[in-house]
């Protein structure tokens, strides 16, 4: 027997400060569980004397419907879930944003997570929203595949769209030919190989790329695109002047220090190829410490035109992602396509931001 707010021993009440469940309101009203729910729900018929008990037990024990709860059990067909690698990046909260735009002006619910680049965890919340029947699961951005993932993640995409759903990658390739999802994305290796053409037709012949993460599909898509325009120009990719230590301020400001500290000091290189804009920005802070002066000693050029890209000084040059573009486009065609079991390719262009980080050379 439980104590009552004023202590009395009574079925059916609870104890000050204890969390009201739906059994409770079910106990005191003296009806099953299920007309509770049916009640508070308000789309089943129930009996008139049935609804006035409930709802004056609810009154009573203060009862307040979970309503995130009601929102998986019921509303999942109108969810869009997204998958981030994290909520701070201005390259994922870009994407995001067109997402939750797209998806309120059509009356869906969207909910996001991040991954922290966990697969193990991405994996675990894309079965999770498959059992909630969320109408569409975004994946975006890159990741680090292996053959587990691969084959766990087609099954899930088979499964969403077996129930009507749709397994959307925003931003990065379908884990196999045959698997039943819309991809949206960007041409990441053109994006890298116009960034490294565009070095290359300012005289600079000895491009270093940091600020990649080896194995992951967007550093390995800009890495080949990289090495592509190299090869173009008649030019041997030096893996010496590639420094694969991850995307990220934190990482480019050590890639370069790497380098630097190989060269004690003197760089051998006249330009660097960033894989993202916050690897650019930190890159030049770290070239400052040595005395180098951009774009006077060495050239800096960035991906994703991040809005830290036209507050560094001097101005970065990088190529443009449209990042909210991608994120509507992808609930869009998730939303209005009729095609479940095959899959669908579309892909977003890219184009050259040039500011004032990247000098031509003299000719030699």
Same mark, same amino acid.
């Given at each position: 027997?439980?104590?009552?707010? $004023?202590?009395?021993?009574? !079925?059916?009440?609870?104890?000050?400060? +204890?969390?009201?469940?739906?059994?409770?309101?079910?106990?005191?009203?003296?009806?099953?569980?299920?007309?509770?729910?049916?009640? %508070?729900?308000?789309?089943?018929?129930? $009996?008139?004397?049935?609804?006035?008990?409930?709802?004056?037990?609810?009154?009573?024990?203060?009862?307040?419907?979970?309503?995130?709860?009601?929102? %998986?059990?019921?509303?999942?067909?109108?969810?869009?879930?997204? !998958?981030?690698?994290?909520?701070?990046?201005?390259?994922?909260?870009?994407?995001?944003?067109?997402?939750?735009?797209?998806?309120?002006?059509?009356?869906?619910?969207?909910?996001?997570?991040?991954?922290?680049?966990?697969?193990?965890?991405?994996?675990?919340?894309?079965?999770?929203?498959? +059992?909630?029947?969320?109408? @569409?699961?975004?994946?975006?951005?890159?990741?680090?595949?292996?053959?587990?993932?691969?084959?766990?993640?087609?099954?899930?995409?088979? #499964?969403?769209?077996?129930?009507?759903?749709?397994?959307?990658?925003?931003?990065?390739?379908?884990?196999?030919?045959?698997?039943?999802? #819309?991809?949206?994305?960007?041409?990441?290796?053109?994006?890298?190989?116009?960034?490294?053409?565009? #070095?290359?037709?300012?005289?600079?012949?000895?491009?270093?790329?940091?600020?990649?993460?080896?194995?992951?599909?967007?550093?390995?898509?800009?890495?080949?695109?990289?090495?592509?325009?190299?090869?173009?120009?008649?030019?041997?990719?030096?893996?010496?002047?590639?420094?694969?230590?991850?995307?990220?301020?934190?990482?480019?400001?050590?890639?370069?220090?790497? !380098?630097?500290?190989?060269?004690?000091?003197?760089?051998?290189?006249?330009?660097?190829?960033?894989?993202?804009?916050?690897?650019?920005?930190?890159?030049?802070?770290? !070239?400052?410490?040595?005395?180098?002066?951009?774009?006077?000693?060495?050239?800096?050029?960035?991906?994703?035109?991040?809005?830290? @890209?036209?507050?560094?000084?001097?101005? #970065?040059?990088?190529?443009?992602?449209?990042?909210?573009?991608?994120?509507?486009?992808?609930?869009?065609? @998730?939303?209005?396509?009729?095609?479940?079991? $095959?899959?669908?390719?579309?892909?977003?262009?890219?184009?050259?931001?040039?500011?004032?980080?990247?000098?031509?050379?003299?000719? @030699?």
């Amino acid at each position: 027997m439980r104590q009552n707010r $004023s202590g009395q021993g009574e !079925l059916g009440v609870i104890t000050v400060g +204890e969390r009201v469940t739906i059994r409770d309101v079910a106990a005191r009203a003296g009806v099953s569980v299920a007309t509770v729910s049916r009640v %508070l729900a308000g789309n089943y018929p129930t $009996s008139a004397a049935s609804r006035a008990k409930v709802q004056r037990a609810a009154k009573d024990l203060d009862y307040v419907v979970n309503a995130h709860a009601r929102a %998986l059990a019921g509303a999942g067909r109108k969810t869009v879930a997204v !998958l981030v690698l994290d909520v701070v990046s201005s390259f994922y909260a870009h994407i995001a944003q067109g997402v939750e735009r797209e998806a309120a002006k059509r009356g869906r619910l969207c909910m996001m997570f991040s991954t922290d680049a966990d697969p193990a965890r991405e994996l675990a919340i894309v079965e999770m929203m498959r +059992e909630q029947a969320a109408e @569409a699961v975004l994946l975006v951005g890159g990741v680090i595949e292996d053959e587990e993932y691969r084959q766990r993640m087609s099954r899930y995409a088979e #499964l969403l769209a077996a129930a009507g759903s749709r397994l959307v990658l925003v931003g990065r390739p379908a884990p196999a030919p045959h698997v039943p999802a #819309l991809v949206v994305e960007y041409d990441n290796e053109a994006g890298a190989y116009a960034i490294t053409s565009h #070095l290359l037709g300012a005289g600079h012949r000895r491009i270093a790329l940091i600020g990649y993460r080896p194995g992951n599909t967007t550093g390995e898509a800009r890495v080949r695109g990289y090495q592509r325009a190299l090869t173009d120009h008649g030019i041997t990719p030096e893996p010496a002047l590639q420094v694969g230590v991850g995307f990220g301020g934190e990482h480019g400001y050590h890639a370069i220090r790497q !380098l630097l500290e190989q060269c004690d000091g003197k760089p051998e290189f006249t330009a660097i190829f960033a894989g993202d804009d916050q690897v650019a920005a930190a890159a030049i802070r770290a !070239l400052s410490e040595y005395g180098l002066r951009v774009p006077d000693d060495i050239s800096v050029a960035g991906y994703n035109d991040d809005p830290v @890209a036209s507050d560094v000084t001097p101005g #970065l040059t990088t190529i443009h992602i449209p990042g909210e573009a991608l994120g509507r486009t992808a609930v869009r065609l @998730a939303l209005e396509g009729t095609t479940r079991t $095959s899959q669908e390719r579309h892909v977003l262009g890219t184009h050259i931001v040039v500011r004032d980080s990247v000098r031509r050379l003299p000719p @030699a």
